[in-house]
Protein backbone atom coordinates (compact mmCIF):
# COMPACT_ATOMS: atom_id res chain seq x y z
CA UNK A 1 0.00 0.00 0.00
CA UNK A 2 1.74 3.64 -1.20
CA UNK A 3 1.90 5.83 1.95
CA UNK A 4 1.06 9.40 1.74
CA UNK A 5 2.83 11.62 -0.79
CA UNK A 6 5.83 13.25 1.11
CA UNK A 7 8.64 15.15 1.11
CA UNK A 8 12.05 13.57 2.99
CA UNK A 9 15.70 15.70 3.48
CA UNK A 10 18.67 13.13 4.08
CA UNK A 11 20.62 15.41 6.07
CA UNK A 12 24.74 13.38 5.75
CA UNK A 13 22.91 12.30 2.18
CA UNK A 14 26.24 11.37 0.65
CA UNK A 15 27.55 9.84 3.92
CA UNK A 16 28.32 5.82 4.47
CA UNK A 17 25.29 5.36 6.12
CA UNK A 18 22.86 7.09 3.67
CA UNK A 19 24.49 5.40 0.88
CA UNK A 20 24.70 2.17 2.05
CA UNK A 21 21.42 1.73 4.13
CA UNK A 22 19.23 5.09 3.19
CA UNK A 23 19.12 5.33 -0.57
CA UNK A 24 19.16 1.47 -1.18
CA UNK A 25 15.80 1.40 1.54
CA UNK A 26 14.26 4.08 -0.22
CA UNK A 27 14.86 2.57 -3.64
CA UNK A 28 13.00 -0.79 -2.94
CA UNK A 29 10.31 0.63 -1.33
CA UNK A 30 10.43 3.10 -4.46
CA UNK A 31 10.46 -0.50 -6.79
CA UNK A 32 7.31 -2.22 -4.44
CA UNK A 33 5.27 0.60 -5.05
CA UNK A 34 4.90 1.74 -1.98
CA UNK A 35 6.53 5.22 -3.10
CA UNK A 36 4.57 6.82 -6.06
CA UNK A 37 3.73 10.09 -7.05
CA UNK A 38 4.62 13.74 -6.14
CA UNK A 39 7.62 12.94 -3.96
CA UNK A 40 10.73 14.61 -3.03
CA UNK A 41 13.59 13.16 -1.48
CA UNK A 42 16.62 15.87 -1.05
CA UNK A 43 20.08 14.88 -0.18
CA UNK A 44 21.68 17.82 2.07
CA UNK A 45 25.57 18.16 3.09
CA UNK A 46 28.35 19.58 2.70
CA UNK A 47 30.16 18.35 -0.70
CA UNK A 48 29.55 20.91 -2.99
CA UNK A 49 27.91 19.48 -6.12
CA UNK A 50 24.14 20.01 -7.87
CA UNK A 51 21.78 17.66 -8.40
CA UNK A 52 22.45 15.93 -11.16
CA UNK A 53 25.87 15.18 -9.44
CA UNK A 54 24.07 14.07 -6.72
CA UNK A 55 21.89 11.46 -8.71
CA UNK A 56 25.00 9.68 -9.84
CA UNK A 57 26.15 9.41 -6.49
CA UNK A 58 22.73 7.79 -5.55
CA UNK A 59 22.44 5.88 -8.32
CA UNK A 60 26.47 4.45 -7.79
CA UNK A 61 25.08 3.91 -3.90
CA UNK A 62 22.12 2.00 -5.12
CA UNK A 63 24.02 -0.12 -7.99
CA UNK A 64 26.42 -1.28 -5.08
CA UNK A 65 24.30 -1.48 -2.05
CA UNK A 66 20.63 -2.42 -3.34
CA UNK A 67 20.39 -5.92 -3.78
CA UNK A 68 18.22 -7.44 -6.87
CA UNK A 69 16.35 -4.59 -7.68
CA UNK A 70 19.03 -2.35 -9.07
CA UNK A 71 19.55 -3.95 -11.86
CA UNK A 72 15.70 -2.53 -12.52
CA UNK A 73 17.36 0.18 -14.83
CA UNK A 74 14.13 1.74 -15.97
CA UNK A 75 13.02 1.87 -12.07
CA UNK A 76 16.16 3.58 -11.07
CA UNK A 77 16.07 6.12 -13.79
CA UNK A 78 11.94 6.99 -12.38
CA UNK A 79 13.55 6.88 -9.47
CA UNK A 80 16.32 9.56 -9.94
CA UNK A 81 13.97 12.24 -10.93
CA UNK A 82 12.62 12.35 -7.37
CA UNK A 83 15.72 13.10 -6.11
CA UNK A 84 17.43 16.33 -5.32
CA UNK A 85 20.36 17.85 -3.72
CA UNK A 86 21.35 20.96 -1.80
CA UNK A 87 24.62 22.05 -0.36
CA UNK A 88 24.51 22.99 3.24
CA UNK A 89 26.53 23.83 6.26
CA UNK A 90 24.56 22.26 9.43
CA UNK A 91 26.32 24.77 11.79
CA UNK A 92 26.20 27.80 9.57
CA UNK A 93 23.64 29.87 6.69
CA UNK A 94 24.77 27.95 3.62
CA UNK A 95 21.84 26.32 2.03
CA UNK A 96 18.94 26.70 4.35
CA UNK A 97 17.32 29.35 1.97
CA UNK A 98 17.28 26.68 -0.87
CA UNK A 99 16.18 23.54 1.43
CA UNK A 100 13.10 25.99 2.65
CA UNK A 101 12.37 26.68 -0.86
CA UNK A 102 11.93 22.74 -2.14
CA UNK A 103 9.66 21.94 0.97
CA UNK A 104 6.15 21.86 0.45
CA UNK A 105 3.96 22.23 3.24
CA UNK A 106 1.14 20.34 2.24
CA UNK A 107 2.42 17.09 3.37
CA UNK A 108 4.38 14.92 5.38
CA UNK A 109 8.08 16.40 5.69
CA UNK A 110 10.32 14.44 7.24
CA UNK A 111 14.33 14.96 8.28
CA UNK A 112 16.71 12.04 8.88
CA UNK A 113 19.65 13.23 10.65
CA UNK A 114 22.19 11.05 9.19
CA UNK A 115 25.02 13.19 10.50
CA UNK A 116 27.27 12.67 13.73
CA UNK A 117 24.95 13.92 17.02
CA UNK A 118 26.68 16.90 17.55
CA UNK A 119 24.91 18.85 14.94
CA UNK A 120 21.83 17.05 15.74
CA UNK A 121 20.89 20.87 17.98
CA UNK A 122 22.16 22.98 14.83
CA UNK A 123 20.06 21.17 12.97
CA UNK A 124 17.02 21.26 14.94
CA UNK A 125 17.39 24.60 15.30
CA UNK A 126 18.09 25.78 12.08
CA UNK A 127 14.92 23.90 10.64
CA UNK A 128 13.00 25.93 13.39
CA UNK A 129 14.12 29.35 12.11
CA UNK A 130 13.71 28.46 8.62
CA UNK A 131 10.07 27.29 9.55
CA UNK A 132 10.24 23.91 8.68
CA UNK A 133 9.81 22.47 12.26
CA UNK A 134 5.97 22.32 12.82
CA UNK A 135 3.57 20.04 13.67
CA UNK A 136 3.61 17.92 10.09
CA UNK A 137 7.64 17.79 10.50
CA UNK A 138 8.90 14.40 12.35
CA UNK A 139 12.55 13.65 12.72
CA UNK A 140 15.02 10.90 12.30
CA UNK A 141 17.87 10.21 14.57
CA UNK A 142 20.65 7.85 14.19
CA UNK A 143 22.57 6.04 17.40
CA UNK A 144 24.55 6.86 19.47
CA UNK A 145 21.89 8.82 21.27
CA UNK A 146 24.49 9.96 23.47
CA UNK A 147 27.89 7.89 25.18
CA UNK A 148 25.94 8.18 28.80
CA UNK A 149 22.95 9.63 30.61
CA UNK A 150 24.09 12.85 30.69
CA UNK A 151 24.71 13.59 27.28
CA UNK A 152 21.68 11.72 25.97
CA UNK A 153 19.72 14.17 28.61
CA UNK A 154 21.42 16.74 26.87
CA UNK A 155 20.52 15.37 23.27
CA UNK A 156 16.73 15.04 24.60
CA UNK A 157 16.29 18.27 25.41
CA UNK A 158 18.21 20.30 22.30
CA UNK A 159 15.55 18.24 20.64
CA UNK A 160 12.64 18.79 23.01
CA UNK A 161 12.98 22.84 22.24
CA UNK A 162 12.22 22.49 18.72
CA UNK A 163 10.02 19.31 18.67
CA UNK A 164 7.35 17.19 20.31
CA UNK A 165 8.29 13.76 21.15
CA UNK A 166 5.79 12.37 19.41
CA UNK A 167 7.67 13.95 16.10
CA UNK A 168 11.03 12.36 17.73
CA UNK A 169 11.90 8.72 15.79
CA UNK A 170 15.26 7.52 17.15
CA UNK A 171 16.28 4.60 15.10
CA UNK A 172 17.41 1.22 16.35
CA UNK A 173 17.44 -1.12 13.62
CA UNK A 174 17.33 -4.09 15.15
CA UNK A 175 13.42 -3.27 16.12
CA UNK A 176 13.21 -3.14 12.56
CA UNK A 177 14.08 -6.67 11.91
CA UNK A 178 11.39 -8.69 10.99
CA UNK A 179 11.84 -11.83 13.33
CA UNK A 180 12.22 -9.45 16.45
CA UNK A 181 8.60 -8.26 15.43
CA UNK A 182 7.61 -11.56 14.85
CA UNK A 183 8.91 -12.66 19.02
CA UNK A 184 5.85 -9.75 19.91
CA UNK A 185 3.55 -12.22 17.36
CA UNK A 186 4.61 -15.33 19.04
CA UNK A 187 4.48 -14.20 22.00
CA UNK A 188 1.47 -11.95 21.87
CA UNK A 189 -0.55 -13.75 19.04
CA UNK A 190 -1.00 -17.39 20.53
CA UNK A 191 -2.07 -18.74 23.69
CA UNK A 192 0.70 -21.16 23.79
CA UNK A 193 4.01 -19.47 24.96
CA UNK A 194 2.76 -16.44 27.33
CA UNK A 195 1.49 -19.09 29.92
CA UNK A 196 5.03 -20.66 30.14
CA UNK A 197 6.77 -16.87 29.74
CA UNK A 198 8.21 -16.62 33.21
CA UNK A 199 10.68 -17.67 36.20
CA UNK A 200 8.04 -20.94 36.65
CA UNK A 201 8.88 -22.31 33.80
CA UNK A 202 12.04 -20.22 32.01
CA UNK A 203 15.29 -21.41 33.23
CA UNK A 204 17.00 -18.87 31.64
CA UNK A 205 17.58 -16.58 28.48
CA UNK A 206 20.23 -16.17 26.54
CA UNK A 207 21.23 -12.91 24.37
CA UNK A 208 23.95 -13.83 21.84
CA UNK A 209 25.05 -11.10 19.43
CA UNK A 210 28.71 -12.21 17.67
CA UNK A 211 30.96 -11.04 14.96
CA UNK A 212 33.26 -12.31 12.94
CA UNK A 213 34.97 -9.17 12.12
CA UNK A 214 36.99 -6.99 13.63
CA UNK A 215 36.84 -3.22 14.21
CA UNK A 216 38.24 -3.39 10.89
CA UNK A 217 38.67 1.05 9.74
CA UNK A 218 36.15 1.93 12.33
CA UNK A 219 38.86 1.27 14.88
CA UNK A 220 39.09 5.11 16.36
CA UNK A 221 35.56 5.62 16.29
CA UNK A 222 34.96 2.14 18.26
CA UNK A 223 37.62 2.91 20.83
CA UNK A 224 35.67 5.47 21.82
CA UNK A 225 32.65 3.39 22.44
CA UNK A 226 33.13 -0.17 23.01
CA UNK A 227 31.14 -3.04 23.18
CA UNK A 228 28.65 -2.01 25.82
CA UNK A 229 27.96 1.78 24.54
CA UNK A 230 27.69 0.32 20.80
CA UNK A 231 25.68 -3.14 21.18
CA UNK A 232 24.22 -3.51 24.86
CA UNK A 233 22.75 -0.42 26.00
CA UNK A 234 20.65 0.11 22.79
CA UNK A 235 20.44 -3.39 20.56
CA UNK A 236 20.55 -5.94 23.55
CA UNK A 237 18.58 -3.75 25.95
CA UNK A 238 16.15 -3.91 23.28
CA UNK A 239 16.09 -7.28 22.37
CA UNK A 240 15.90 -7.86 26.17
CA UNK A 241 12.45 -5.53 26.58
CA UNK A 242 10.69 -7.38 24.18
CA UNK A 243 11.48 -10.74 25.96
CA UNK A 244 10.57 -9.37 29.47
CA UNK A 245 7.95 -7.14 28.85
CA UNK A 246 4.40 -7.45 30.09
CA UNK A 247 1.86 -7.71 27.37
CA UNK A 248 0.65 -4.43 26.29
CA UNK A 249 -2.83 -3.42 25.90
CA UNK A 250 -2.57 -2.48 22.48
CA UNK A 251 -0.21 -3.15 20.21
CA UNK A 252 0.21 1.00 20.09
CA UNK A 253 3.18 2.96 20.44
CA UNK A 254 3.18 4.40 23.77
CA UNK A 255 1.75 1.37 25.29
CA UNK A 256 4.86 -0.81 24.21
CA UNK A 257 7.39 1.87 24.90
CA UNK A 258 5.48 1.69 28.54
CA UNK A 259 6.31 -1.76 29.02
CA UNK A 260 9.58 -1.54 27.72
CA UNK A 261 10.24 1.11 29.95
CA UNK A 262 8.76 -0.87 32.83
CA UNK A 263 11.39 -3.59 32.05
CA UNK A 264 14.67 -1.71 31.86
CA UNK A 265 13.73 0.47 35.19
CA UNK A 266 13.37 -3.01 36.85
CA UNK A 267 16.80 -4.19 35.96
CA UNK A 268 18.85 -4.76 39.34
CA UNK A 269 21.83 -2.88 39.31
CA UNK A 270 25.32 -5.49 37.46
CA UNK A 271 27.88 -6.38 40.45
CA UNK A 272 31.31 -6.42 39.45
CA UNK A 273 31.12 -10.51 39.61
CA UNK A 274 28.43 -10.38 37.16
CA UNK A 275 30.08 -9.11 33.96
CA UNK A 276 33.06 -10.26 31.60
CA UNK A 277 34.47 -7.91 29.62
CA UNK A 278 37.51 -8.93 27.05
CA UNK A 279 39.85 -6.99 24.08
CA UNK A 280 40.64 -9.72 20.97
CA UNK A 281 44.34 -10.87 20.55
CA UNK A 282 45.85 -10.87 16.96
CA UNK A 283 45.23 -14.42 14.76
CA UNK A 284 47.43 -15.16 11.89
CA UNK A 285 47.57 -11.64 9.83
CA UNK A 286 44.77 -10.50 11.17
CA UNK A 287 46.03 -7.72 14.12
CA UNK A 288 44.70 -7.21 17.57
CA UNK A 289 42.04 -4.96 18.86
CA UNK A 290 44.56 -2.24 20.12
CA UNK A 291 46.75 -2.21 16.56
CA UNK A 292 43.07 -1.81 15.11
CA UNK A 293 42.51 1.24 17.28
CA UNK A 294 45.50 2.63 16.63
CA UNK A 295 45.85 2.80 20.56
CA UNK A 296 48.56 0.38 22.37
CA UNK A 297 47.05 1.63 25.74
CA UNK A 298 43.49 1.08 24.91
CA UNK A 299 41.29 -0.39 27.76
CA UNK A 300 38.21 -0.50 25.44
CA UNK A 301 36.24 -3.91 25.40
CA UNK A 302 35.28 -5.07 21.85
CA UNK A 303 33.61 -8.27 24.32
CA UNK A 304 31.03 -7.83 26.99
CA UNK A 305 29.12 -10.66 28.72
CA UNK A 306 27.10 -10.31 31.77
CA UNK A 307 24.25 -11.72 33.91
CA UNK A 308 20.87 -9.72 34.12
CA UNK A 309 18.30 -9.84 36.17
CA UNK A 310 15.15 -8.59 36.07
CA UNK A 311 13.16 -7.75 39.59
CA UNK A 312 10.07 -8.31 39.08
CA UNK A 313 7.03 -10.61 39.77
CA UNK A 314 7.24 -12.40 35.98
CA UNK A 315 11.11 -12.69 36.31
CA UNK A 316 12.42 -12.82 39.90
CA UNK A 317 15.33 -15.70 39.57
CA UNK A 318 15.44 -15.90 36.17
CA UNK A 319 18.94 -14.71 34.83
CA UNK A 320 18.96 -12.82 31.22
CA UNK A 321 22.55 -14.03 30.03
CA UNK A 322 23.74 -11.08 27.37
CA UNK A 323 26.94 -11.38 25.38
CA UNK A 324 28.57 -9.64 22.32
CA UNK A 325 31.72 -9.19 20.72
CA UNK A 326 34.18 -8.90 17.36
CA UNK A 327 36.62 -10.84 16.22
CA UNK A 328 34.21 -14.54 17.31
CA UNK A 329 34.06 -18.00 16.04
CA UNK A 330 30.95 -17.01 13.59
CA UNK A 331 28.60 -14.13 13.09
CA UNK A 332 25.36 -15.24 14.49
CA UNK A 333 22.80 -13.06 16.84
CA UNK A 334 19.72 -14.95 18.39
CA UNK A 335 17.64 -15.05 21.41
CA UNK A 336 17.46 -18.65 23.29
CA UNK A 337 14.56 -18.66 25.68
CA UNK A 338 15.73 -21.87 27.62
CA UNK A 339 12.53 -23.85 29.51
CA UNK A 340 12.85 -25.80 32.62
CA UNK A 341 13.23 -29.43 33.01
CA UNK A 342 10.23 -31.48 33.16
CA UNK A 343 9.35 -31.92 36.82
CA UNK A 344 10.01 -35.09 37.02
CA UNK A 345 11.20 -38.00 34.06
CA UNK A 346 9.10 -41.01 33.22
CA UNK A 347 11.48 -41.95 31.35
CA UNK A 348 14.31 -43.01 33.38
CA UNK A 349 18.08 -41.47 33.68
CA UNK A 350 19.04 -43.83 29.87
CA UNK A 351 16.33 -41.43 28.20
CA UNK A 352 18.41 -38.63 28.77
CA UNK A 353 17.37 -35.15 30.02
CA UNK A 354 16.09 -32.80 27.74
CA UNK A 355 14.89 -29.61 27.39
CA UNK A 356 12.75 -27.14 25.42
CA UNK A 357 14.40 -24.31 23.97
CA UNK A 358 12.99 -21.52 21.91
CA UNK A 359 15.76 -19.65 19.40
CA UNK A 360 14.83 -16.91 17.79
CA UNK A 361 17.35 -16.23 15.14
CA UNK A 362 18.01 -12.84 13.66
CA UNK A 363 20.96 -13.40 11.67
CA UNK A 364 21.61 -15.58 9.55
CA UNK A 365 18.83 -17.22 8.21
CA UNK A 366 16.00 -15.04 10.15
CA UNK A 367 13.35 -17.43 12.06
CA UNK A 368 12.09 -19.08 15.02
CA UNK A 369 13.02 -22.26 16.25
CA UNK A 370 10.76 -24.39 18.91
CA UNK A 371 13.54 -27.59 20.50
CA UNK A 372 11.01 -30.66 21.25
CA UNK A 373 11.45 -33.41 22.76
CA UNK A 374 10.39 -36.75 21.26
CA UNK A 375 10.94 -40.46 20.69
CA UNK A 376 13.76 -41.90 19.19
CA UNK A 377 12.43 -43.44 15.59
CA UNK A 378 12.82 -47.20 15.51
CA UNK A 379 12.78 -50.17 17.87
CA UNK A 380 15.26 -49.12 20.26
CA UNK A 381 12.98 -48.83 23.07
CA UNK A 382 12.11 -45.68 24.70
CA UNK A 383 14.88 -43.31 23.92
CA UNK A 384 14.22 -39.13 23.72
CA UNK A 385 16.29 -36.63 21.17
CA UNK A 386 15.22 -33.38 20.22
CA UNK A 387 14.05 -32.13 17.56
CA UNK A 388 13.49 -28.79 16.26
CA UNK A 389 9.73 -27.51 15.22
CA UNK A 390 11.30 -25.24 12.76
CA UNK A 391 9.73 -21.85 11.13
CA UNK A 392 12.19 -20.67 9.20
CA UNK A 393 10.49 -18.06 6.97
CA UNK A 394 11.62 -19.07 3.83
CA UNK A 395 10.54 -22.51 4.13
CA UNK A 396 7.16 -21.62 5.43
CA UNK A 397 6.03 -18.48 3.60
CA UNK A 398 8.20 -19.76 0.02
CA UNK A 399 11.00 -17.57 -1.70
CA UNK A 400 8.60 -14.38 -2.57
CA UNK A 401 6.86 -13.75 0.61
CA UNK A 402 10.65 -14.08 2.52
CA UNK A 403 12.07 -11.53 0.58
CA UNK A 404 10.97 -8.93 3.43
CA UNK A 405 12.39 -5.57 3.64
CA UNK A 406 15.15 -4.50 5.04
CA UNK A 407 15.04 -2.82 8.73
CA UNK A 408 15.86 0.25 6.94
CA UNK A 409 12.89 0.01 4.48
CA UNK A 410 10.19 -1.09 7.05
CA UNK A 411 11.53 2.19 9.76
CA UNK A 412 11.52 4.58 6.96
CA UNK A 413 8.45 3.78 6.08
CA UNK A 414 7.00 3.97 9.39
CA UNK A 415 8.42 7.40 10.16
CA UNK A 416 6.32 8.94 6.86
CA UNK A 417 3.33 6.57 7.96
CA UNK A 418 3.28 8.55 11.70
CA UNK A 419 3.69 4.93 13.80
CA UNK A 420 6.72 5.08 16.53
CA UNK A 421 6.13 1.40 17.69
CA UNK A 422 9.63 0.61 16.95
CA UNK A 423 11.29 3.80 17.79
CA UNK A 424 12.67 4.42 21.08
CA UNK A 425 11.01 7.10 22.95
CA UNK A 426 13.56 9.72 25.22
CA UNK A 427 12.72 8.12 28.17
CA UNK A 428 13.55 4.03 27.28
CA UNK A 429 16.81 5.51 26.13
CA UNK A 430 17.51 7.58 29.28
CA UNK A 431 17.09 4.71 31.44
CA UNK A 432 18.77 2.46 29.40
CA UNK A 433 22.27 4.64 30.29
CA UNK A 434 21.08 4.72 33.79
CA UNK A 435 21.48 0.97 33.89
CA UNK A 436 25.03 1.01 31.52
CA UNK A 437 26.52 3.97 33.23
CA UNK A 438 27.51 2.51 36.92
CA UNK A 439 29.07 -0.51 35.22
CA UNK A 440 31.22 1.25 32.63
CA UNK A 441 32.05 3.82 35.94
CA UNK A 442 33.45 0.77 37.59
CA UNK A 443 35.72 -0.41 34.99
CA UNK A 444 37.15 3.04 34.57
CA UNK A 445 37.77 3.66 38.53
CA UNK A 446 39.33 0.32 38.59
CA UNK A 447 41.47 1.06 35.86
CA UNK A 448 42.07 -2.78 35.04
CA UNK A 449 42.17 -3.94 31.20
CA UNK A 450 39.39 -5.72 29.51
CA UNK A 451 40.86 -9.37 29.10
CA UNK A 452 42.24 -10.98 26.11
CA UNK A 453 41.11 -13.43 24.19
CA UNK A 454 41.74 -15.52 21.33
CA UNK A 455 40.50 -14.17 17.76
CA UNK A 456 37.87 -16.99 16.16
CA UNK A 457 36.83 -18.43 19.78
CA UNK A 458 33.85 -17.71 21.83
CA UNK A 459 35.42 -15.28 24.19
CA UNK A 460 37.68 -15.11 27.68
CA UNK A 461 37.21 -18.03 29.74
CA UNK A 462 35.52 -15.81 32.55
CA UNK A 463 32.71 -15.47 30.12
CA UNK A 464 32.05 -19.32 30.10
CA UNK A 465 32.58 -19.11 34.01
CA UNK A 466 30.02 -16.84 34.34
CA UNK A 467 27.46 -19.57 33.33
CA UNK A 468 29.21 -22.58 34.33
CA UNK A 469 29.21 -20.77 38.04
CA UNK A 470 25.87 -21.10 37.74
CA UNK A 471 25.20 -24.69 36.17
CA UNK A 472 24.51 -23.47 32.81
CA UNK A 473 26.30 -23.23 29.68
CA UNK A 474 26.49 -20.72 27.14
CA UNK A 475 25.03 -22.19 23.20
CA UNK A 476 27.35 -22.47 20.65
CA UNK A 477 28.12 -20.12 18.19
CA UNK A 478 27.34 -20.71 14.88
P1 LIG B 1 29.84 9.97 7.30
O1 LIG B 1 31.02 10.67 7.92
O2 LIG B 1 30.09 8.95 6.27
O3 LIG B 1 28.87 11.06 6.66
C1 LIG B 1 28.60 12.26 7.29
C2 LIG B 1 27.69 13.11 6.42
O4 LIG B 1 27.41 14.31 7.13
C3 LIG B 1 28.29 13.52 5.08
O5 LIG B 1 27.25 13.51 4.13
C4 LIG B 1 28.73 14.96 5.33
O6 LIG B 1 28.72 15.79 4.17
C5 LIG B 1 27.68 15.42 6.29
N1 LIG B 1 28.13 16.53 7.12
C6 LIG B 1 29.20 16.57 7.95
N2 LIG B 1 29.30 17.79 8.53
C7 LIG B 1 28.27 18.53 8.04
C8 LIG B 1 27.84 19.88 8.24
N3 LIG B 1 28.47 20.71 9.05
N4 LIG B 1 26.75 20.28 7.56
C9 LIG B 1 26.08 19.46 6.73
N5 LIG B 1 26.45 18.19 6.50
C10 LIG B 1 27.53 17.73 7.14
O7 LIG B 1 29.00 9.41 8.53
P2 LIG B 1 28.03 8.12 8.55
O8 LIG B 1 28.86 6.92 8.82
O9 LIG B 1 27.16 8.13 7.38
O10 LIG B 1 27.19 8.37 9.89
C11 LIG B 1 26.14 9.29 9.99
C12 LIG B 1 25.41 9.10 11.30
O11 LIG B 1 24.86 7.79 11.37
C13 LIG B 1 26.29 9.22 12.55
O12 LIG B 1 25.51 9.74 13.60
C14 LIG B 1 26.63 7.78 12.86
O13 LIG B 1 26.93 7.58 14.21
C15 LIG B 1 25.34 7.11 12.49
N6 LIG B 1 25.48 5.69 12.17
C16 LIG B 1 26.26 5.27 11.14
C17 LIG B 1 26.35 3.94 10.83
C18 LIG B 1 27.18 3.45 9.68
O14 LIG B 1 27.18 2.24 9.44
N7 LIG B 1 27.88 4.29 8.94
C19 LIG B 1 25.64 3.00 11.58
C20 LIG B 1 24.82 3.43 12.61
C21 LIG B 1 24.76 4.78 12.90
Redesign the pocket.
Known amino acids: IPVEPFDLVI????????C??IWPALFRRFVAGQIEGDVRLIG????EMDSTGFRDVVQAAIVEFGGEESSQKRELSKFLKLVNYVT?????TDGWVDLAGLMRTDRIRAFY?????S?FG?LAKRLHKHGMADDTSRIVV???FGRDLETARDLNRVLAQHFDESQIYRIDHYLGKETVQNLMAIRFGNVLFEPLWNSQYVDHIQITVAESVGVGGRGEYYDKSGAMRDMVQNHMMQLLCLIAMEPPAKFDPDAVRDEKLKVIRALDPVRGGDVVRGQYEAQGDKPDYRTQAENPESTTESFVALKALVSNWRWAGTPFYLRTGKRLRDRASEIAVVFKDAPHSIFGADAGRHRNILTIRLQPNEGIELGVTIKEPGPGGMRLIDVPLDMTFAEALGPEDADFPDAYERLIMDVIRGNQTLFMRGDEVEAAWAWTDPIIADWQEGGAAPLPYISGGSGPDEALMLMHRDGRRWREIK
Open positions: FGGTGDLARKAARGLDARGFSVAPLDEKP
